[in-house]
């Protein structure tokens, strides 16, 4: 803290000698002239004898005979006492001062002030024109051009209280401004009363030309103005007096030299001469050289971390290795790099792993403890405790959950053989395994341990342990030992609806009806997890790939990852969004509120899959059939139904019930989650085709009652204005004879 301080306050005091530096010029003058006189530095177009100025204009005369010695310009009385490139020259102020005897009369020491520049002029921006007293006048006069130009002031007052430090004002004090380029000033002072009314308090006026700021008038100064010496004035300089174009005209004469700019002065005729910026030296002499700024810290602002690099007129910063940034104080300065961290934390882990297993060599017995810890605190992490009470606060879970240990699923998979692997994805990896007692499971091992997908594996479990359904895949158990968690599921022979349809896998002819019954199959399970089941649970991710196939094909919907357990007295949930791009509910997407009509939509894209045997999203399809809703959709408003269709599954006798399927599908799709059918309707309206299918013989009321249905579309969905209870009644009657039947 400390140091930083210090380090602070040094880098201000050299910014602050820095800038103080840039004011005066460096003293550079013509090898072998004298570059100073006394404290006065005299830099090249000045110089003290011929050979060394630039003209005679410039000449600075310096007198040693006093200590320490004076500069003068030219030959005359004007002091100078500081020369900088900004075309500025201090000198010293000239004063007239009249000094009256108490009887009126005049002392003899009374001055005026000439002041005579041969091509300089006085500063007008700088200046001001004083006088001082308590019974005076004084007139400035000069020559502007050619012309003689007056001005003056007055200052008047009876006593030493009408005088007010610090107020020039007319009272003691009177200041006036004057215009530019005046030369051959004379300043002269006059008094009304020759100071008789005044004497004991003010026996002299004065009157001077001086810097505006270095006076700061006070009621001593009616007595006490004695030191000629002390006001500093400005006279401006420049070079000839031409403009910075003619000039250049004649390099001959040209006084700026390389690296410098040439720049006119306001209100005055020549130039003066400017190094370029991050250039110094003197621009009238040898010209400007480049600041090396890397060579003093506090010329740049490059960062510790980063490297300086010099170039002409500027200087860069770049970070070192293994950081990133701009590298400069005012900028971003220098990060280190993420890898680098990594090297870094890599390195030291990698040493204290190393120190590690060697000491393990020594406490063998003591990592094997450790070892079981670990397993303890795996099984924490993971949820493993909040799960078992979960389990054992759920009542009427039919299935127990088998909580497997770590070496059970490790030897069931061959130690995670890749030739075990049966499927992968954003979630994680699927081996298959086989059991001791011979049963062949699928185990999902989760990819990462990130908190959230612990929730959701536990999720997974907990969803699934309430569900009893022979279309839902059963879940065994889990492994909570491991870094990441596993769950064991009951293995499913034939793969997944997604290549069933798309890998062209065992396709016949009579594949509609498989379909049907497999779309049947997932609505039933739906149906069930939203409204049967003891808590309400949705999907979240109907897709494809996500219903399995067993041996006879049946449906068995996998995967609850994602699933929500919706409380009773809850229709509506704010989730993260999430699901499958293709199938998402673009509903839900756009308002976050996940309800039991995003699953709908979801399986209404299911349904056209199995219609059209066309992927839910193919990129390398031109854009208006890139979503297979949207495209489904446009089809069938364009009535060419029968142009996307699969054409293994169209025959003479399904066309009506494909149509049916269509227009049904159609209702999942529906943008609005109000206006889509619930999943108990697109269920049993599944199960009525099927029945029809099966049973042509069926209730021709019944019959003739579909199909008017799909003919004339009830905005409402698929409904089929039947009651819950209706179709319970209808399930009763004739799914069970079905099932039977397979
Ligand atoms: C004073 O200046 C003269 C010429 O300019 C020089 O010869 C002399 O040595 C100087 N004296 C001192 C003390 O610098
Ligand atoms: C004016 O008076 C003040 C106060 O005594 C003094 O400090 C200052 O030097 C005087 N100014 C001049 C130019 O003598």
Aim: hydrophobic fraction near 35%; glycine fraction near 8%; proline fraction near 4%.
């Amino acid at each position: 803290m400390g140091d930083q301080g210090v380090v602070l306050l040094q880098v201000t005091v050299i910014w602050v000698v820095l800038a103080a530096m840039a004011a005066p010029a460096a003293a550079q003058s013509k090898p072998g002239c004298p570059d100073r006189c006394g404290n006065v530095s005299i830099p090249y177009p000045f110089g003290t004898r011929e050979g060394c100025y630039l003209n005679e204009e410039f000449l600075i005369t310096c007198d040693n005979s006093t200590s320490p010695p004076k500069a003068f310009l030219t030959n005359s009385n004007i002091n100078v006492t500081n020369i900088n490139f900004d075309g500025e020259l201090h000198v010293l102020s000239l004063m007239a001062r009249n000094c009256y005897y108490p009887n009126g009369t005049e002392q003899p020491n009374s001055t005026t002030a000439s002041f005579s520049l041969s091509i300089f002029s006085i500063s007008d921006t700088l200046n001001k024109f004083f006088a001082v007293g308590c019974d005076t006048y004084a007139l400035l006069q000069g020559y502007q051009g050619g012309d003689l130009y007056t001005t003056g002031c007055m200052s008047i007052c009876s006593s030493e209280k009408q005088v007010q430090d610090g107020s020039c004002s007319g009272a003691g004090c009177c200041q006036v401004s004057f215009p530019e380029g005046l030369d051959d000033t004379t300043l002269t002072l006059s008094s009304y009363f020759n100071h008789t009314k005044v004497h004991d308090f003010n026996p002299c006026s004065y009157a001077f030309i001086a810097e505006e700021s270095a006076f700061n008038f006070s009621s001593k100064n009616l007595t006490n103005l004695q030191d000629m010496e002390k006001l500093p004035r400005v006279v401006d300089w420049s070079i000839g007096n031409e403009t910075c174009q003619v000039a250049k005209t004649n390099p001959s004469s040209y006084a700026c030299k390389e690296n410098s700019t040439c720049s006119e002065p306001s209100g005055r005729s020549g130039y003066l001469c400017k190094c370029f910026d991050g250039y110094h030296g003197n621009p009238y002499l040898d010209g400007c050289q480049d600041i090396d700024e890397c060579e003093n810290s506090s010329l740049n602002k490059c960062v510790e971390k980063a490297r300086c690099k010099n170039i002409p007129g500027n200087y860069t910063c770049s970070c070192r290795k293994g950081y990133h940034g701009d590298g400069r104080e005012d900028g971003d300065g220098c990060n280190p790099n993420m890898l680098q961290v990594i090297q870094i934390a890599l390195g030291v882990s990698i040493g204290l792993i190393s120190l590690l297993m060697g000491s393990s060599w020594l406490y063998w017995g003591l990592k094997k403890r450790k070892f079981i810890k670990l397993k303890k605190k795996f099984f924490e992490q993971n949820g493993g405790l909040m799960l078992r009470q979960q389990l054992s606060s759920q009542e009427g879970s039919n299935e127990t959950v088998k909580i497997f240990s770590a070496e059970e699923l490790e030897k069931a998979t061959d130690k995670y053989a890749e030739n075990k692997i049966i499927g992968q994805g954003g979630y994680g990896t699927v081996y298959k395994g086989t059991l001791t007692n011979g049963r062949i499971v699928a185990i999902k091992k989760s990819k990462m341990v990130d908190k959230s997908q612990i929730e959701q594996f536990i999720n997974e479990v907990l969803v699934l342990s309430q569900i009893n359904h022979r279309n839902v895949v059963k879940l065994l158990g889990c492994c909570l030992e491991t870094e990441v968690p596993l769950l064991v599921y009951e293995f499913i022979t034939n793969g997944t609806l997604f290549d069933y349809i798309h890998k062209g896998k065992k396709i016949s002819t009579s594949s509609w009806e498989v379909r049907l019954r497999i779309a049947t199959e997932t609505a039933e399970v739906l149906s069930y997890l939203h409204s049967a089941a003891s808590t309400p649970i949705i999907h979240r991710d109907v897709k494809s790939t996500n219903i399995l196939l067993d041996d006879n094909y049946t449906a068995k919907v996998s995967d609850f990852g994602a699933s929500r357990l919706v409380p009773l007295d809850q229709t509506q949930l704010s989730t993260m969004v999430q699901g499958t791009l293709g199938y998402l509910d673009p509903e839900y997407l756009l308002t976050s509120q996940l309800t039991e009509k995003s699953d709908v939509y979801s399986f209404g894209v299911v349904l056209v899959e199995l219609l059209t045997a066309k992927k839910a999203l193919s990129f390398d399809k031109p854009e208006e059939e890139r979503s297979l809703a949207m495209y489904f959709l446009s089809s069938l408003k364009d009535d060419r139904l029968f142009q996307v269709l699969d054409e293994r599954i169209v025959n003479e006798e399904n066309i009506e019930q494909l149509k049916e399927t269509a227009n049904l599908a159609k209702k999942c799709l529906k943008l609005k989650g109000d206006e889509r059918p619930t999943m108990k309707e697109v269920a049993m309206k599944l199960e009525r085709m099927r029945m029809v299918e099966m049973h042509p013989w069926t209730d021709p009321e019944e019959n003739e009652y579909l199909l008017g249905e799909s003919s004339h579309t009830v905005d409402n969905g698929c409904s089929i204005g039947s009651t819950n209870t209706a179709y319970d009644s209808l399930k009763g009657h004739i799914m069970l004879p079905v099932k039977d039947g397979r």
